[in-house]
């Protein structure tokens, strides 16, 4: 690959109109797996997720963005007090062009890594331009909300800790202080 994908230690992501071959999409799974335990350790030391029920999760005001899971698993490990307790959910996020995801918190914590485009990420109405090869930390509980203001597809990795129980999206819809 000439697209400098190596150097940022990502060989093996495709774009959309690349062919991939056996050994690139192995490349591809170690590196998920990778950041996956990266993820999950980092986030570990900034606190596990919270609890939050099922029926918290609103509808989050959202276009142009879609979602595969890659893969998802129940915490076990020398972290007893996580063990069975949450799970960790690895997802390929693509906002296209123009795409949105509105005010927004997270049932957990997670990291997010870019490796296509350029996100434009506001967390307490400080803006910030994230593009490949950049990853963030998201708390969970902060509000926050992203757009894909460039001209091409923002492609991430979504690194996340929820409840084991925990089905579907993790965005929460903000609810307003009384």
């Not at 994908?5 to 060989?11: K, N, P, T, V």
């Not at 050994?23 to 591809?28: A, C, F, I, Q, Y």
């Not at 693509?94 to 990420?121: D, K, M, S, V």
């Amino acid at each position: 690959m000439s697209d400098g994908r190596e150097a940022r230690g990502l060989a093996g992501l495709a774009g959309p109109h690349t062919q991939t071959t056996h050994s690139e999409d192995l490349m591809t799974n170690k590196f998920v797996r990778h950041l996956a335990l990266c993820g999950l350790a980092a986030a570990i030391s900034w606190g596990a997720a919270p609890s939050f029920a099922q029926s918290e999760s609103g509808s989050v005001e959202r276009s142009g963005i879609s979602a595969e899971l890659k893969h998802e698993d129940l915490v076990t490990g020398h972290l007893s007090e996580l063990n069975g307790k949450y799970k960790l959910r690895v997802a390929l996020v693509t906002y296209e062009i123009g795409g949105f995801i509105g005010n927004h918190h997270h049932a957990g914590p997670g990291l997010r890594c870019l490796f296509e485009g350029q996100l434009t990420y506001v967390q307490e109405g400080v803006s910030h331009v994230f593009g490949p090869g950049d990853c963030f930390y998201e708390p969970g509980d902060i509000d926050h909300h992203a757009r894909n203001e460039g001209q091409v597809p923002v492609r991430l990795f979504n690194f996340q800790i929820l409840p084991k129980d925990w089905e579907g999206s993790s965005a929460i819809t903000v609810t307003p202080a009384p």
